[in-house]
């Protein structure tokens, strides 16, 4: 299976204050078909999931553009160039590249 | 707008098996599949397996292979996971999640509670 290592576990973030998070694989994540199927989804205290990012870089509609993915390969980030009280929750990265899918085990945003 | 609306918290007892249901709307219901994930208190979330709304095709997580089941009735557009054998370690938020193999969208959650 794909390991997905996300640092840090937690990340203190001063309101309006850039905040960085990575996502690494064991393996590529390069698809045969040329396509790389890494997401980002947050997580809101008390809420689903919700998906921010598809295929490393696509923001999804209604996702401010202060967030914003990145890397290739086994090596990807998501960025929030100024965290807002909204920010908070935990964010995962996952990949749909390889059977069985994996998630990365999750960073806790949180303000200092 | 896509949408996904679970069934309610669910209580069991161990040994006994839940039904989760996840119907779709907002979208044609075989164009994509329905992953279930699953969110043990608070940790992190666990992908369960897929299922095809077009073929009915498969892929499970190893660790639940036997015990899991995951079904679609496309004259509803609804989607099932049913889990069997429960143990407490079972006890979580299910999570029904729409999509071509990563879940794009994602229902509400059903609370599965294992206790005896």
């Known amino acids: 299976d794909v390991v997905m290592t996300q640092s840090p576990l937690s990340l203190p973030v001063t309101l309006g204050q850039p905040a960085s998070i990575s996502c690494r694989s064991s393996?590529?994540?390069?698809?045969?078909?040329?396509?790389?199927?890494l997401n980002w989804f947050q997580q809101r205290p008390g809420q689903s999931p919700r998906r921010l990012i598809y295929?490393?870089?696509n923001r999804d509609s209604g996702v401010p553009d202060r967030f914003s993915g990145s890397g290739s390969g086994t090596d990807f980030t998501l960025k929030i160039s100024r965290v807002e009280a909204e920010d908070v929750g935990v964010y995962y990265c996952?990949?749909?590249?390889?059977?069985?899918?994996?998630f990365g085990g999750g960073t806790k945003v949180e303000i200092k | 707008q896509v949408q996904l609306v679970q069934s309610g918290a669910e209580v069991k007892k161990p040994g006994a098996s839940v039904k989760v249901s996840c119907k779709a709307s907002?979208?044609?219901?075989?164009?994509?599949?329905i992953s279930w994930v699953r969110q043990a208190p608070g940790q992190g979330l666990e992908w369960m397996g897929w299922?095809?709304?077009?073929?009915?095709?498969?892929n499970y997580a190893q660790k639940l292979q036997g015990r899991v089941t995951m079904t679609t009735d496309t004259s509803t557009s609804t989607a099932y996971m049913e889990l069997r054998s429960l143990r407490s370690d079972d006890t979580a938020v299910y999570y029904c999640?729409?999509?071509?193999?990563?879940?794009?969208?994602w229902g509400q959650g059903t609370l599965v509670t294992v206790s005896s």
């Open positions: 999640g729409a999509g071509r193999g990563l879940p794009d969208y």
């Open positions: 907002g979208y044609t219901f075989t164009s994509y599949g």
């Open positions: 299922i095809s709304a077009y073929n009915g095709n498969t």
């Open positions: 393996q590529s994540l390069v698809h045969s078909d040329g396509n790389t199927y």
């Open positions: 295929k490393v870089s």
């Open positions: 996952m990949q749909g590249t390889h059977w069985p899918l994996t």
